[in-house]
């Protein structure tokens, strides 16, 4: 028998319910191997460079589903231990890799409003695909284990009751999921890239949504105010196809839409691209070299979850 709504949904699946677009989970490239070196002889960093300065901090998809997986086992094991113990015939909610589908481009290293890269509708549209599809298995496995436990007698819901509510959930869990420098590094590395951000903003914006306007979409001030629009017009989770597979007509014209949207923003936001990473490549070579060791400790660190973990296949 599986959990039942009672049940905190799993680590991994509460990344799925930040807002991945916005940057409040943090995201990762999908690339398979080590994290690409981002030093450069002329003290800028690129924005390819970046994605992978990104990746040494955040993880690639492979490490982040290490990372989450590590957490899921430390935060179900000793509820399932103690509930088989009970004599509760308790299966837990298998673990669901969110970024087994992850966007291998560069974009979910900056989801910004002026810096992230041009004319790149692929992201979004393999986001949604990937999203989609860790809730729609999480989904139906929560609805199958409400339907078992409704279907037991009083007196088995009362022991599976009881079990549950003086079994311990593992502890420490919210953090398991990445290196011990994590927090403090992205968050310096944040800073940089937002304060960047939102200065060309202030110049910017004006001009990216009267051109945005021009375009034939009105009341968009910035890409993420963009992405809220697109997302907003997203077919529900059953009519989104996995990826690789074309979909139905309503997922066509939805990809077709947002095709259309990233090459009005990249027209209209090329000016404000430019002008902020002439600014933000010397920033993060700074970053770079002031966080050298820390960078490393990262990856290190990273590379260790892996090798305990799973990736993403």
Same mark, same amino acid.
């Given at each position: 028998?599986?959990?039942?709504?009672?049940? @905190?949904?799993?680590?991994?699946?509460?990344?799925?319910?930040?807002?991945?677009?916005?940057?409040?989970?943090?995201?990762?490239?999908?690339?398979?191997?080590?994290?690409?070196?981002?030093?450069? *002889?002329?003290?800028?960093?690129?924005?390819?460079?970046?994605?992978?300065?990104?990746?040494?901090?955040?993880?690639?998809?492979?490490? !982040?589903?290490?990372?989450? +997986?590590?957490?899921?086992? @430390?935060?179900?094991? %000793?509820?399932?231990?103690?509930?088989?113990?009970?004599?509760?015939?308790?299966?837990? @909610? %298998?673990?669901?890799?969110?970024?087994?589908? $992850?966007?291998?481009?560069? *974009?979910?290293?900056?989801?910004?409003?002026?810096?992230?890269?041009?004319?790149?509708?692929?992201?979004?549209?393999?986001?949604?695909?990937?999203?989609?599809?860790?809730?729609?298995?999480?989904?139906?496995?929560?609805?199958? *284990?409400?339907?078992?436990?409704?279907?037991?007698?009083?007196?088995?819901?009362?022991?599976?009751?009881?079990?549950?509510?003086?079994?311990?959930?593992?502890?420490?869990?919210?953090?398991? $999921?990445?290196?011990?420098?994590?927090?403090?590094?992205?968050?310096?590395?944040?800073?940089?890239?937002?304060?960047?951000?939102?200065? @060309?903003?202030?110049?910017?914006?004006?001009?990216?949504?009267?051109?945005?306007?021009?375009?034939?979409?009105?009341?968009?001030?910035? !890409?993420?105010?963009?992405?809220?629009?697109? +997302?907003?017009?997203?077919? %529900?989770?059953?009519?989104?196809?996995?990826?690789?597979? *074309?979909?139905?007509?309503?997922?066509?014209?939805?990809?077709?839409?947002?095709? +259309?949207?990233?090459?009005?923003?990249?027209?209209? !936001?090329?000016?404000?691209?430019?002008?902020?990473?002439?600014?933000?490549?010397?920033?993060?070579?700074?970053?770079?070299?002031?966080?050298?060791?820390?960078?490393?400790?990262?990856?290190?660190?990273?590379?260790?979850?892996?090798?305990?973990?799973?990736?993403?296949?």
């Amino acid at each position: 028998m599986r959990h039942t709504v009672r049940h @905190i949904i799993p680590q991994a699946t509460l990344m799925l319910l930040c807002v991945a677009l916005t940057g409040a989970c943090g995201q990762a490239t999908a690339n398979a191997g080590g994290n690409a070196p981002t030093s450069t *002889s002329q003290g800028v960093v690129t924005p390819d460079q970046a994605d992978a300065l990104y990746s040494e901090i955040a993880g690639t998809a492979d490490q !982040r589903a290490a990372g989450d +997986q590590l957490a899921y086992h @430390i935060e179900e094991d %000793p509820l399932t231990t103690c509930m088989t113990g009970a004599g509760i015939n308790y299966t837990p @909610i %298998p673990f669901v890799n969110q970024w087994k589908d $992850w966007p291998s481009t560069g *974009s979910s290293t900056f989801d910004t409003s002026w810096l992230a890269p041009l004319n790149d509708p692929e992201y979004l549209t393999q986001f949604v695909q990937s999203q989609a599809a860790a809730q729609r298995t999480t989904g139906a496995d929560v609805a199958a *284990s409400d339907k078992a436990y409704y279907s037991l007698d009083p007196a088995a819901k009362k022991a599976w009751d009881d079990a549950m509510a003086n079994c311990p959930r593992g502890l420490g869990y919210e953090d398991a $999921w990445h290196p011990a420098g994590y927090s403090a590094l992205i968050g310096v590395f944040h800073n940089v890239v937002n304060g960047i951000d939102h200065s @060309i903003g202030a110049t910017y914006a004006g001009s990216y949504a009267s051109c945005m306007n021009s375009a034939g979409y009105p009341d968009v001030s910035d !890409r993420l105010g963009l992405l809220a629009t697109l +997302q907003a017009q997203q077919p %529900p989770n059953d009519e989104i196809p996995d990826v690789g597979s *074309s979909g139905g007509p309503d997922w066509q014209a939805w990809v077709a839409s947002v095709g +259309q949207a990233f090459k009005a923003d990249g027209t209209c !936001r090329a000016a404000a691209y430019s002008a902020g990473w002439a600014s933000l490549g010397p920033a993060l070579s700074q970053f770079e070299t002031e966080n050298a060791d820390a960078l490393a400790a990262e990856e290190a660190g990273w590379e260790k979850i892996l090798g305990g973990g799973v990736g993403p296949s």
